[in-house]
T-cell receptor, first 114, second 112 residues
Framework: GENVEQHPSTLSVQEGDSAVIKCTYS??????FPWYKQELGKGPQLIID?????GEKKDQRIAVTLNKTAKHFSLHITETQPEDSAVYFC?????????????FGPGTRLSVLP | KAGVTQTPRYLIKTRGQQVTLSCSPI?????VSWYQQTPGQGLQFLFE???????NKGNFPGRFSGRQFSNSRSEMNVSTLELGDSALYLC???????????FGPGTRLTVL
């Protein structure tokens, strides 16, 4: 089955700096890769996603890149702000699969220091 | 549109008891997935329902079960609770034709 690794487990950056979180996956059939942000006491919230037919996707300060050959994808947050502090999870799945389930990475705790 | 709602938000039970958690998906979403989140194991898939049918199941013992009703609301049940069942149980829904799952706030279950 699919296995997703995520690094680093914790990340501290100064406000205004960039943050990068990397994930690797094992199943070459996976073709949908969402990123979720989870704040304390809340459920995960989708922040960006990418499909395997796209190499990069950007949404304001957030971008995701995908390298299918190497089976890894990364989240990039630029101009970080204190409200970006949260736990971030990557996930992988086979899109459109009957009975879809996501396999999540273990999470990265991001702290943005003012 | 209202988001995914889960009730109750917090629950305390003792070992050996059973518990039922409820999830109401976003209006129009017919698929519901359940996940268990713990500090040690992270987010793990429990099961997924579509139109009252379980389509996929994760690697959890038979004490964990679920169902979905005709209005797409879903419940999960855990029987004979163990200390290790203490976790945040998350429900996610998504509409047909998409892969984007929207999560609820979760139910925090504590087993004493």
């Amino acid at each position: 089955g699919e296995n997703v690794e995520q690094h680093p487990s914790t990340l501290s950056v100064q406000e205004g700096d960039s943050a990068v979180i990397k994930c690797t996956y094992s199943d070459s059939a996976s073709n949908y890769f969402p990123w979720y942000k989870q704040e304390l006491g809340k459920g995960p919230q989708l922040i960006i996603d990418i499909r395997s037919n796209v190499g990069e996707k950007k949404d304001q300060r957030i971008a995701v890149t995908l390298n299918k050959t190497a089976k890894h994808f990364s989240l990039h947050i630029t101009e970080t702000q204190p409200e970006d502090s949260a736990v971030y999870f990557c996930a992988a799945t086979v899109a459109g699969n009957y009975g879809q389930n996501f396999v999540f990475g273990p999470g990265t705790r991001l702290s943005v220091l003012p | 549109k209202a988001g995914v709602t889960q009730t109750p938000r917090y629950l305390i039970k003792t070992r050996g008891q059973q518990v039922t958690l409820s999830c109401s998906p976003i209006s129009g979403h017919r698929s519901v997935s359940w996940y268990q989140q713990t500090p040690g194991q992270g987010l793990q898939f429990l099961f997924e329902y579509f139109s009252e049918t379980q389509r996929n199941k994760g690697n959890f013992p038979g004490r964990f079960s679920g169902r979905q009703f005709s209005n797409s609301r879903s419940e999960m049940n855990v029987s004979t609770l163990e200390l290790g069942d203490s976790a945040l149980y998350l429900c996610a829904s998504y509409p047909m034709g998409t892969d984007t799952q929207y999560f609820g706030p979760g139910t925090r279950l504590t087993v004493l």
